[in-house]
């Protein structure tokens, strides 16, 4: 409150606050509502010294208002997708609000905006990645004149592969082992072509001679070589995949 015999004037004020009343001209005390604006700043606290002069005299007082900087927090800094898509949240604190101004087209983010201080929980989310190649991008989160990122990355689907390629040293009726790699939706079928010396175990035959078999996701297959005498010899397995692929394991005996 401020109170003063012949009355009281507050002195011209910055446009961040605002006096209600800004003058008296009796004597009687006075409530006197400060108002501050949002402070822009996130790094950095502002301060003013309001001056009250006393009407029909020279005689001041001084009060001073100090507003602290404004909070802008984003929970996380980095957001990382399997191929398979999904969703991951994280959350956004901002005294001026904030907006999302910009985010990969392959992402989207619900909700986008909120005009408030209220700490909200936004989420992420990500369709699947139809590419081997990984992605990436950043999600950039605007509050007032400040801006925070995020950093997004999805990974690309497994390449269907087969290894070790190529098999070596396999020793009479000895068998090694060898991984196929692919995605958990991908078919395929592997062909035995040098049949006549080289089997495959723990796989169901649905072809005489053992030389057809099928299988769906990341699996391994035990490959076994028929006896050698002498010399050596070369062989193959052919794996196709529904995603398309052809993948030719060489078998080296000797």
């Known amino acids: 409150s401020i109170e003063a015999t012949h009355g009281w004037t507050i002195q011209s004020l910055p446009e961040w606050i605002s006096a209600t009343p800004s003058s008296a ?13 949002p402070n822009p ?16 005299t020279a005689k001041t007082k001084t009060i001073q208002i100090t507003q602290a900087a404004s909070v802008f927090n984003v929970s996380k800094s980095s957001l990382s997708f399997v191929a398979a898509g999904g969703n991951q949240t994280a959350t956004i604190e901002a005294t ?31 369709g699947k990645n139809t590419s081997y190649d990984g992605r990436s991008g950043s999600v950039v989160v605007k509050s007032g004149s400040a801006t925070k990122s995020i950093s997004v990355s999805q990974s690309g689907r497994i390449r269907p592969s087969v290894s070790p390629n190529p098999l ?36 169901t035959s649905n072809e005489e001679n053992n030389r057809k078999f099928e299988g769906k996701g990341s699996t391994s297959l035990n490959v076994i070589a028929g006896r050698l005498w002498i010399g050596s010899r070369t062989g193959s397995i052919t794996i196709t995949f529904s995603s398309g692929e052809t993948v030719t394991l060489t078998v080296n005996q000797g």
């Open 25 to 37: 001209t009796s004597a009687t005390a006075q409530t006197v509502v400060f108002t501050v604006s």
């Open 41 to 56: 700043s996130i790094t950095g606290s502002r301060s003013y010294n309001v001056v009250v002069k006393q009407n029909s």
């Open 96 to 126: 001026n609000g904030w907006t999302i101004t910009n985010h990969p087209d392959w992402l989207t983010v619900s909700p986008q905006s909120n005009a408030d201080a209220s700490k909200k929980t936004v989420t992420f989310t990500t």
């Open 168 to 203: 070596s040293s396999l020793g009479n009726g000895r068998k090694k082992s060898v991984t196929i790699n692919c995605e958990s939706d991908v078919t395929w079928t592997a062909v035995v072509d040098s049949w006549a010396w080289i089997s495959v175990d723990g796989k």
